[in-house]
């Protein structure tokens, strides 16, 4: 793969983290979302605004920690990935972890970026997985999250 290609790839890997493109981008989501708001589950939702949110961030941690350490062990699945609680505790919970999500989706973006990391190479410590996997399945992951969300923010904002 030549210099270029390398380089563009890595820019629609980005693109695809960050929903910039096709998908809906994690600010536009959180934007205008309390954590009062966070805690309510509509009657047909499976989830509450806030166990989405914890959920990927739990799961964005994981995967940015398992792309960059080689002794990273994941949580057990499924209680490992889902908050205990409906609610966030309050505000500063919720916007702590919208803090931390954004921090470690950053932390991902400059781990894609750097071109001394090989996004073909098997990662340490895993059982096949590429950096570019990782970087793919993050996207997948946060993107259809994202939607739940949106759709959840919506029924919220229109009952207020």
């Given at each position: ?5 390398n ?27 309390s954590?009062?708001l ?11 605004a ?10 964005q941690?994981?995967?940015l920690?398992f ?6 062990k ?33 932390e ?53």
């Amino acid at each position: 793969m030549s210099t270029d290609q390398n380089k563009a790839l890595r820019e629609q890997l980005l693109h695809a983290m960050r929903g910039d493109q096709s998908h809906i981008d994690f600010e536009a989501v959180t934007d205008d979302l309390s954590a009062e708001l966070g805690g309510i589950k509509p009657e047909t939702a499976p989830h509450t605004a806030w166990q989405l949110l914890e959920h990927m961030r739990f799961a964005q941690h994981d995967i940015l920690e398992f792309s960059r350490n080689p002794e990273h062990k994941s949580p057990k699945w499924p209680e490992g990935y889902w908050p205990k609680t409906e609610a966030p505790p309050d505000q500063k919970a919720w916007e702590a972890s919208i803090g931390t999500f954004r921090k470690e989706a950053q932390e991902m973006e400059d781990l894609i970026s750097d071109p001394d990391q090989n996004l073909f190479k098997t990662l340490d410590g895993g059982s096949g997985q590429t950096l570019l996997r990782e970087a793919l399945v993050l996207a997948a992951h946060n993107s259809y999250h994202l939607g739940q969300l949106m759709f959840l923010k919506k029924i919220l904002l229109a009952k207020t």
